[in-house]
């Protein structure tokens, strides 16, 4: 991947290019804002940058993506390129080598071998390990030692620090001591959509790169420009369920091109049958099924993709009860139900909706009971959309 791949941010590329060319890279950046932004990808790219044989045999400004230190980084190979994000614990204990590995442990590797496997298919893909406690201090530690040590070839040796917000305080007391004294042949880039969670004393040892929500133009054409092959109303589709999410983007681009029902819309299909569970009379067993199996089965994030895609069908729902010829909608192939559901709820309170629903995600990402949380969206959503208490 080049930058002029990378989709959007125009400007914090540009930034870090000219700071590269003129030699005046900061010793520890911090990437910040929202989740599927892109700022991994940037992190990488400019790993790549600094690593580049091409590059540094050349005056080149962006890496080549084919030489053995490019490839190497692809893989997560690179000796001189390290990737920190939150992992099982169990994944740092110390193993006795004379011993067998247990079934637990190799449970886990599978688990942090997999997640890694879909980072190298999906750049934009955040990975986290679901029993995971955070950054631990044991994986700092580590970084400590590896830092000591002179890059294998020469130039910079890179660490990128992915949700640098869920830093344990003991891994952040030992990170803010590196980024005290900082090695001059270290980079740290610290990656957060929580900068607010991560110490200021840490924060203010680094230099701040904001990023936002790509324009729903830029990813559209990305899409047209990359995948030719998708028609103008799956590209529609792809960038109103993703949100900006550019994870979502790719991954929904990998499945039309597979041939497959991307995860979102299937996700959506799930949302909206559960709403049609919820607002049907005498299926409070079913409902009640349906959202333990969800809630057993189904990642947070997966949860927070079905209520997210909710939120665009109300939002299709409420303009098209406003204006009955509004064409312009979210999931302009769900027409029919949108154009039925006006008919069969005309008083549904679409501000209450949109509360609860915006609130149930947000709890989710909190570490909400899922069970729990969900059962009190139901009945709050099918009193808000019926006025049956």
């Known amino acids: 991947m080049s930058w002029d791949?990378?989709?959007?941010?125009?400007l914090q590329k540009s930034i870090l290019r000219n700071a590269h060319t003129a030699d005046r890279l900061s010793h520890a950046y911090l990437f910040t804002g929202p989740a599927g932004s892109g700022k991994e990808t940037v992190a990488f790219e400019l790993a790549r940058l600094l690593k580049c044989r091409e590059v540094s045999d050349s005056a080149r400004q962006d890496a080549c993506g084919t030489c053995e230190n490019c490839r190497r980084i692809d893989d997560m190979l690179h000796p001189d390129v390290e990737y920190i994000f939150?992992?099982?614990s169990l994944l740092l204990e110390r193993i006795d080598p004379g011993k067998t590995e247990n079934k637990r442990l190799s449970e886990a590797r599978a688990r942090y071998d997999e997640l890694l496997e879909r980072k190298k298919k999906n750049p934009y893909f955040t990975p986290f390990m679901e029993r995971s406690m955070g950054i631990l201090s044991e994986q700092i530690s580590e970084?400590?030692?590896?830092a000591s040590f002179m890059p294998s070839g020469g130039g910079k040796k890179i660490f990128i620090i992915?949700?640098?917000?869920?830093?344990?305080?003991?891994?952040?007391n030992k990170l803010l001591k590196l980024l005290e004294e900082p090695p001059a042949h270290v980079l740290f880039i610290l990656v957060s959509s929580r900068p607010e969670n991560i110490l200021p004393t840490i924060r203010s040892r680094c230099q701040v790169l904001k990023f936002s929500r790509v324009a729903t133009a830029d990813?559209?054409?990305?899409?047209q420009d990359t995948c030719p092959d998708i028609d103008e109303q799956a590209r529609r589709i792809i960038v109103s369920t993703s949100r900006g999410n550019l994870e979502r983007v790719l991954d929904a681009v990998h499945h039309r091109l597979d041939g497959e029902e991307p995860a979102d819309i299937a996700?959506?299909?799930r949302a909206i049958q559960l709403l049609r569970l919820i607002l049907s009379p005498k299926r409070l067993q079913e409902t009640l099924g349906e959202l333990e199996d969800m809630s057993r089965n189904l990642s947070r994030q997966d949860i927070v993709t079905m209520l997210s895609a909710l939120l665009l069908f109300f939002q299709d729902v409420n303009r098209r009860r406003i204006d009955p010829s509004w064409s312009d909608l979210n999931n302009p192939d769900m027409e029919t139900p949108v154009t039925r559901f006006v008919a069969n709820f005309p008083a549904a309170d679409f501000m209450a909706v949109s509360s609860v629903t915006e609130q149930t995600i947000h709890a989710?990402?909190?570490?909400?009971?899922?069970?729990?949380?969900l059962s009190g969206f139901s009945i709050e959503l099918k009193r808000h959309l019926t006025g049956v208490r």
């Open 162 to 172: 992915s949700q640098a917000e869920k830093l344990n305080p003991s891994a952040a």
């Open 143 to 146: 970084l400590q030692q590896k």
């Open 267 to 269: 996700l959506r299909s």
């Open 5 to 10: 791949r990378i989709i959007g941010h125009a």
């Open 364 to 373: 989710l990402r909190r570490n909400a009971n899922p069970m729990l949380t």
């Open 86 to 88: 939150p992992v099982e």
């Open 219 to 223: 990813i559209e054409r990305w899409i």
